[in-house]
């Protein structure tokens, strides 16, 4: 199975900042690959998809690149809302998550 | 648009099967691939399988021997059985929309909408 490997774990940033969370496959997946944001208590919530598509109502301060083997989730300007746990996964056969990016409060 | 609500019991004893059914509303059960994930701390998010209304499955490599999953047409549900759990089954279960509906050589998809999850505790 395709392992997906996220860094850092957890990141530490101020409202304001730019945020950027790396995910790495162990194989190509093209660009099959999404982000998900997780609260406490709640569901994960789809943010991208195909790598780079933002899905509708998520707000244009999230993006998503990369292909092949390595893909970026980009929050350009951190708002309260935002701290969270955020997931990629892969979707080229049978599904694989990363471990999770805990975005917190510095 | 379309939601899902996970129903079952919480609490299974090891060696016993677990049995949830997810209530589609706002759309045809028709409409997508249906999933089931969970998510535990020591196995973080797993996707466990799909079932399509056609009885079209895909599952887990890993749990495919103790997974089954089905759809009830009728009552807009679907559902998923595992058996012979342990404590490694202890998670909460998530169902989510798929790929949507029709055919695919690849039914693999994002996920969305999700249920809002329930969990289940294997103990004695």
């Known amino acids: 199975d395709i392992q997906m490997t996220q860094s850092p774990s957890t990141l530490s940033a101020s409202v304001g900042d730019r945020v950027t969370i790396t995910c790495r496959a162990s194989?190509?997946?093209?660009?099959?690959l999404a982000w998900y944001q997780q609260k406490p208590g709640k569901a994960p919530r789809l943010l991208i998809y195909k790598a780079s598509s933002l899905q509708s109502g998520v707000p244009l301060r999230f993006s998503g690149s990369g292909s092949g083997t390595e893909f970026t989730l980009t929050i350009s300007s951190l708002q309260p809302d935002d701290f969270a746990t955020y997931y990629c996964q892969q979707y080229t056969g049978y599904s694989t998550f990363g471990q999770g990016t805990k975005v917190e409060i510095k | 648009q379309v939601q899902l609500q996970e129903s079952g019991p919480g609490l299974v004893k090891p060696s016993e099967t677990l049995s949830l059914t997810c209530t589609v509303s706002g759309d045809s059960i028709s409409s997508y691939y249906w999933s089931w994930i969970r998510q535990s701390p020591g196995r973080g998010l797993e996707w466990i399988g799909y079932?399509?209304?056609?009885?079209?499955?895909n599952y887990n490599p890993s749990l495919k021997s103790r997974v089954t999953m089905s759809v009830d047409t009728s009552k807009n549900q679907f559902s998923l059985i595992l058996t012979s759990v342990t404590a490694v089954d202890t998670a909460v279960y998530y169902c989510?929309?798929?790929?949507?509906?029709?055919?695919?050589?690849?039914?693999?998809?994002?996920?969305?909408?999700w249920g809002q999850g329930t969990l289940v505790t294997v103990s004695s």
């Open positions: 194989q190509s997946i093209a660009s099959w």
């Open positions: 989510a929309a798929g790929a949507p509906g029709g055919s695919c050589s690849v039914c693999d998809n994002w996920f969305d909408p």
């Open positions: 079932v399509y209304y056609s009885g079209t499955t």
